[in-house]
């Protein structure tokens, strides 16, 4: 807690802090992959959002998988309007650390992106990530298409079964549109947060083990 705020609760819309009007500044360009940070997406391309604790590692997940487009790290799922890091660590924005995935479904499929996202990070942990706690810590899928949707629900169930079946304990993963994640908006965190661990290769990370793992 933090003079008497519990991080694992989930604000309201009128209790989150007030943020401001501006973008934070990044850059153009991916760190790593070369590609746009913000869009244009080429045509054909879908985009996805995941939040699974810290979103360093879970970025670098996504960027070294084969027919991912770009990453980007940000807020999303709450209300404050283009949040910093500080104020999202409070709990107070209602955000979870998220990552942007935009990815050619020709290339990968969304099933593969899913597999990773369950088998690099604790879904049966509410609002925690090991010892990172807090609602920004939640795990999230936040999707575009109904298409996308369908896969989530359903790849829900079927690591739920593999974890059953080791006995742990129950998926918490938040499942919904992106539009009606909070405020409906990613909101991309300060230029330092993106390709954090390219540029400091030995950074924290907390991704990389699994419980369980389906085919």
């Given amino acids: 807690m933090i003079f008497g705020f519990d991080k694992t609760t989930m604000i309201t819309a009128d209790q989150a802090m007030p943020g401001r009007p501006v973008a934070l500044p990044v850059a153009d360009t991916h760190v790593v992959l070369g590609t746009p940070l913000q869009g244009p997406w080429p045509e054909g391309t879908e985009v996805i959002y995941f939040g699974m604790g810290c979103f360093w590692g879970s970025?670098?997940?996504?960027?070294?998988?084969?027919?991912?487009?770009?990453?980007?790290?940000?807020?999303?799922?709450?209300?404050?309007?283009?949040?910093?890091?500080?104020?999202?660590?409070?709990?107070?924005?209602?955000?979870?650390?998220?990552?942007?995935?935009?990815?050619?479904?020709?290339?990968?499929?969304?099933?593969?992106?899913?597999?990773?996202?369950?088998?690099?990070?604790?879904?049966?942990?509410?609002?925690?990530?090991?010892?990172?706690?807090?609602?920004?810590?939640?795990?999230?899928?936040?999707?575009?298409?109904?298409?996308?949707?369908?896969?989530?629900r359903a790849s829900r169930d079927k690591y739920q079964e593999a974890l059953s079946e080791q006995g742990y304990g129950t998926i918490t993963t938040q499942i919904a549109p992106a539009t009606e994640a909070g405020d409906g908006t990613f909101y991309y965190a300060e230029d330092y947060h993106q390709g954090y661990l390219h540029k400091n290769p030995g950074g924290y990370c907390n991704h990389g083990f699994c419980q369980a793992s389906y085919a």
């Fill in 59 to 152: 970025e670098r997940i996504f960027w070294q998988t084969p027919g991912v487009y770009s990453t980007a790290v940000g807020y999303m799922g709450g209300w404050t309007p283009n949040p910093t890091y500080e104020e999202t660590c409070t709990a107070k924005t209602g955000h979870a650390e998220t990552v942007q995935v935009v990815y050619d479904p020709a290339k990968v499929n969304v099933d593969t992106l899913l597999k990773a996202f369950w088998e690099n990070h604790d879904p049966t942990t509410a609002n925690r990530q090991g010892g990172d706690i807090g609602t920004q810590y939640r795990s999230a899928i936040f999707t575009t298409t109904p298409e996308q949707a369908d896969a989530a």
